[in-house]
């Protein structure tokens, strides 16, 4: 079990991953077989495709782009990267649903955890991008020691998930359905939180070994680094398959000028929509207010 810093006085019962200050957005792949991967997003994870072109595809639900494909990509020279896209679903049942469909598709599931937080399962695209399909357990069900939020990586009682699958075709994944969090392999945990909690600001709130989970607003993790498979990597380069960019979408106006402001400091860009930035292990991310 693993303690999480509770840096929030805001209660926890008002929080969601959406709620705070800058959450997750669109996530950007390059691709090498778009079609392919196309007809996995859709079929497969259940999203909706939203817009394609000869040279892209955007996918996602409720008219909002989760998962943006672009073709045109050179082979990894870096184990950096994404460990995994993590998409939350708006209930329990909804994650029995999409288990059921996805024993019906026959799809490869790599793993699934009960982290008292949260219930998660896990698998990977045709090119090897991780994802993670998963639901928040309600915040006042969130355990806590002295204040503190604990998680765990237990084992997810799939038999007892499946059976509470509703009947009914499958039709894609639920409205209210959103991108939670991102999890990236880097070079350095320490040089991950250097980057993204003393530079741009959110908040650590856990250490795994050789891992660690930041956020905002109180959240469990809207942004998570580990060097599992890429310790001492050097930096991507751009074009390579895999992630290209994710969003970080400002709540407000004045979240949005601080953000910025961070950025710029740091040697990021300004975009006619938004600003873009790239970790020390060269993965990108574009900030936006919406």
Do not use: K
Request: hydrophobic letters at 45%.
């Amino acid at each position: 079990m693993v303690t999480v810093a509770d840096n929030t006085s805001t209660p926890p019962a008002a929080l969601e991953a959406r709620d705070a200050p800058f959450c997750i957005g669109a996530v950007t792949l390059r691709v090498l077989d778009l079609a392919g991967l196309t007809t996995f997003y859709r079929d497969g994870i259940g999203l909706a495709v939203i817009e394609q072109g000869a040279a892209f595809a955007t996918l996602g639900v409720d008219g909002e782009v989760l998962v943006r494909l672009e073709q045109g990509a050179t082979r990894p020279t870096s184990p950096a990267g994404l460990f995994h896209l993590a998409i939350l679903l708006p209930s329990r049942s909804a994650l029995a649903d999409w288990l059921a469909h996805a024993t019906a598709m026959q799809l490869p599931l790599e793993g699934a955890s009960d982290h008292l937080v949260s219930e998660a399962i896990y698998l990977s695209d045709p090119e090897g991008n991780g994802i993670e399909i998963y639901r928040d357990r309600p915040r006042a069900e969130w355990p806590r020691r002295a204040g503190a939020i604990q998680m765990a990586t237990d084992r997810l009682d799939l038999r007892a998930l499946l059976g509470e699958a509703r009947p009914g075709r499958f039709s894609g994944l639920a409205s209210g359905t959103r991108m939670g969090h991102v999890h990236l392999r880097v070079g350095d945990t320490a040089a991950t939180e250097r980057f993204y909690g003393d530079m741009l600001g959110f908040e650590l709130m856990v250490r795994y070994p050789g891992a660690s989970f930041l956020a905002s607003g109180g959240y469990h993790h809207h942004i998570a680094g580990n060097v599992w498979q890429s310790r001492s990597a050097g930096p991507r380069q751009t074009g390579e398959a895999g992630l290209d960019h994710f969003e970080i979408i400002a709540r407000d106006p004045m979240s949005f000028d601080a953000m910025r402001a961070r950025m710029l400091a740091g040697g990021g860009t300004d975009l006619a929509s938004g600003v873009s930035i790239a970790d020390p292990w060269g993965n990108r991310l574009v900030l936006t207010l919406r």
